[in-house]
């Protein structure tokens, strides 16, 4: 499957955005679809993950509240709202797909990740 990332952008502290990842190759309901950020001078960190089918999401305590992983399996994509944005926020975002059996199960580890998009630069101005 290759991903593509694509919605950041540069937005003022209590702002709002939405991150799109579009899947080719394969349909996103085979993966569990995940965001990663990474802030510079950081590690690649997890935001939010969703299950293959739909019905499991799982967030970031910081995130918690106010970002949302949705997706759309006739557009083949995965989204990320992301509300109340905070300078913290700033970072790389990145989309990836991880293979697996169960349907219903999230994963947050990004070693568990087979599949990468390029990243979306999102800037939150305070």
């Known amino acids: 499957v290759q991903l593509q990332a694509s919605g950041g952008g540069l937005v003022q502290a209590g702002g709002s955005l939405r991150l799109s990842c579009a899947a080719s190759?394969?349909?996103?309901?085979?993966?569990?679809m995940g965001w990663f950020r990474q802030r510079p001078g950081n590690e690649r960190e997890f935001v939010a993950a969703?299950?293959?089918?739909?019905?499991?999401?799982g967030y970031a305590d910081s995130v918690k509240g106010r970002f949302t992983i949705s997706r759309n399996i006739a557009e083949n994509t995965v989204y990320l709202q992301m509300n109340s944005l905070q300078d913290v926020d700033t970072a790389v975002y990145y989309c990836?797909?991880?293979?697996?059996?169960?349907?219903?199960?999230?994963?947050?580890?990004?070693?568990?990740?087979?599949?990468w998009g390029q990243g979306t630069q999102v800037t939150v101005s305070s």
């Open positions: 990836a797909a991880d293979r697996r059996n169960s349907v219903t199960s999230y994963v947050t580890e990004a070693a568990s990740y087979e599949y």
């Open positions: 190759g394969r349909t996103i309901s085979n993966y569990v």
């Open positions: 969703i299950s293959r089918r739909g019905g499991n999401s």
